[in-house]
């Protein structure tokens, strides 16, 4: 069983910088993707990107590519999802999602672990 909490969600203004945090525990973390999506309200669960762990594999949504880092933290055994220049449109859940395997997946289906979700709210 994996477990995966997610940290850092607040309030900000558009054009600031965000950071996330994804804390993964439970299993042997060198088999572990660990990707981010989000979903605003009323619209689909979307992919913003993922990080295998071993082998440092990450790929981005094509529109988010430009202002989000996916970075790890092997000590503390987490995922950070970095966000610059944060807009209106970025205000959503951020889930931090979890399988097995080492290749990123963008399809939310192929995920086994789920967060509970932070909330990120930009305003104009």
């Known amino acids: 069983q994996v477990q995966l909490i997610e940290s850092g969600g607040r309030w900000v203004q558009a054009g600031e910088s965000l950071t996330l945090s994804c804390v993964v525990s439970?299993?042997?973390?060198?088999?572990?993707?660990v990707a981010w999506f989000r979903q605003a309200p009323g619209k689909e669960r979307e992919f913003v990107g993922a990080?295998?762990?071993?082998?440092?594999?990450?790929t981005y949504a094509d529109s988010l590519k430009d202002r989000i880092i996916i970075s790890r933290n092997s000590r503390e055994n987490s995922v950070a999802l970095r966000m610059s220049s944060l807009k209106p449109e970025d205000t959503a859940v951020y889930y931090c999602a979890g399988r097995t395997g080492t290749a990123p997946s963008r399809e939310s289906q192929t995920y086994d672990y789920w967060g509970q979700g932070t909330q990120v709210t930009v305003s104009s």
């Open positions: 990080s295998s762990w071993s082998t440092i594999t990450r």
């Open positions: 439970g299993r042997t973390f060198d088999t572990t993707t």
